[in-house]
């Protein structure tokens, strides 16, 4: 059982260039999120998909794109990379039952520097 | 959109003491309501999640909360401190859409 693969877990860009942060998720989960974690400031949220074919915008979204092309996948993408970026980045999927139980299953981050 | 301020970003208990941490959120409709931890280099895990109802709500390893609508406080306890329970803890608020945002994270120090 997987649950949430992050990739990559590294990775450092230059100011302009672009990437693609990979999440997906094997629970079957319709909400899926992307946040940033940086010291001080706790989880920001970037975007959310509450299903499949919607996204929205969350805290931050400025710089970011994001695509839910399917029920697993949720994609981040940084068109143009700037060192206000450098930050750990996390995806997480939402696990709801009836009855009211409800956990946010996080990948392992992708730790990023912009250079 | 909801938001959530946790007062103090670094608290330091004694072992076997008493461990508070707060939590406020901004809301007009009571939203649902939940405490995270996060262990070094480990991501983060759920300790608690309130809902409706009573409102005392209890997590994992003895930490339970009050939720307070009268304050919009949702204040995490434990009432003794182990060693093992230093990490960073997280409020986080969900309004009744999938928009789910946390604090700015508390630090908890245990001293023996």
């Known amino acids: 059982n997987a649950g949430v693969t992050q990739t990559p877990k590294f990775q450092v860009l230059k100011t302009g260039q672009s990437m693609t942060l990979q999440c997906a998720q094997d629970?079957?989960?319709?909400?899926m999120y992307w946040y940033r974690q940086d010291p001080g400031m706790g989880l920001r949220l970037i975007y959310y998909?509450?299903?499949?074919?919607?996204?929205d915008k969350g805290e931050v979204p400025n710089g970011y794109n994001v695509s839910r092309l399917n029920k697993r996948e949720f994609s981040l993408r940084l068109e143009s990379a700037a060192p206000s970026q450098t930050s750990v980045y996390f995806c997480a999927s939402n696990h709801r039952r009836k009855g009211g139980y409800e956990k946010l299953f996080f990948g392992s981050g992708t730790q990023l520097s912009v250079l | 959109a909801q938001s959530v301020t946790q007062l103090g970003s670094h608290v330091s208990v004694s072992e076997g003491a008493l461990v508070l941490l707060r939590c406020n959120y901004s809301s007009s409709v009571p939203p649902y309501l939940f405490w995270y931890v996060q262990y070094p280099n480990q991501g983060l895990q759920l300790l608690l999640k309130?809902?409706?109802?009573?409102?005392l709500v209890k997590g994992i390893n003895g930490f339970e909360a009050e939720f307070k609508k009268s304050e919009t406080s949702f204040h995490l306890t434990k009432p003794s401190a182990h060693m093992s329970d230093a990490a960073e803890y997280f409020c986080a608020v969900r309004p009744y859409n999938n928009d789910m945002r946390f604090g700015a994270g508390t630090r908890l120090t245990v001293k023996p």
């Open positions: 998909s509450a299903s499949e074919g919607t996204t």
């Open positions: 629970m079957n989960h319709n909400s």
């Open positions: 309130y809902t409706t109802g009573a409102t």
